[in-house]
């Protein structure tokens, strides 16, 4: 059973940088073909992706958001991390850490941590 879970500051400053780091047990983030994504959900906008890490360590990020992000790892300790810098109000939102199975597949997110919710205020 592999269990994801997400920590980090809950208030950030607008300007400033967010950054959660995502905890996995159960399954390692070097294990051939997974993808370990960032995701958001706010009341308006509803799920968005924001980019992963995979299992060899590349990155990708949401073109919206690229800019801005940066994901990285932690392998001695089965972490990653998520960057984002310049925060404003509109970045508030669940954030959510979730495992993805690239190719061959299943293309499917079997796993996701419980959220943490981030408010960007002054």
């Known amino acids: 059973q592999v269990q994801l879970q997400e920590s980090g500051p809950g208030l950030v400053k607008p300007s400033q940088t967010l950054s959660l780091t995502c905890t996995v047990s159960?399954?390692?983030?070097?294990?051939?073909?997974?993808?370990w994504s960032w995701i958001r959900q706010s009341p308006g906008k509803g799920l968005e992706w924001i980019g992963y890490i995979t299992y060899i360590g590349s990155t990708y990020y949401s073109p919206s958001l690229k800019s801005r992000t940066s994901i990285s790892r932690d392998t001695s300790k089965n972490q990653f991390t998520l960057y984002l810098s310049s925060v404003t109000p509109e970045d508030t939102a669940v954030y959510y850490c979730a495992r993805f199975r690239g190719d061959p597949g299943p293309h499917e997110y079997d796993y996701w941590g419980q959220g943490t919710q981030v408010t960007v205020s002054s």
């Open positions: 159960g399954g390692s983030i070097t294990t051939n073909y997974y993808y």
